[in-house]
């Protein structure tokens, strides 16, 4: 199976210009837990994603405004990244190396295309399979580090 049979294709995104506010105001609206960041939204240029715990341990941990605190000081830059034509498998490695639960589809540009959760896994692949992956991305490691927003 494809990338692009379990991908959303189309995700929202958000710029680096966006408040804490909006954005948490996105993933409320759209009931998702992340929108990668791009560089504007004619390109759709990938410059990184943001989580709705970046959110809480990055910004609303340090006491920091989330109507004046901009993402662009606190996004994940580099996202873990996949091509819609990659197997789905090659994803599910991707989310088990760097555990994490989203992966950004990518054209040959650097052009957000989709997102894979991992609940579009779990929707398609054998529950097996899904037990493993999720084992994997959810193995603990050090504390999330935090970066001071202003």
Known sequence: MKVREIMSANPVCCLPEDTVQKVAATLRDQDIGAVPVVL???????????????????????????????????????PVTCREGENVSHCEQLMQEHQVR?????????????????????????????????????????????????
């Open 40 to 78: 504007d939204q004619g390109s759709r240029k990938l410059v990184g994603v943001i989580t709705d715990r970046d959110l809480c341990c990055r910004v609303l941990a340090n006491g920091a405004n989330a109507a004046t605190t901009r993402i662009d000081r606190i996004f994940s830059s580099n």
């Open 102 to 150: 989203r992966v950004v589809v990518v054209d040959g540009e650097g052009r957000c295309i989709g997102i894979v959760t991992q609940a579009d896994l779990a929707l398609k692949e054998k529950p097996e399979k899904v037990s493993k992956v999720v084992a994997a991305i959810s193995k603990r490691t050090a504390r999330v580090p935090s970066r001071k927003a202003a």
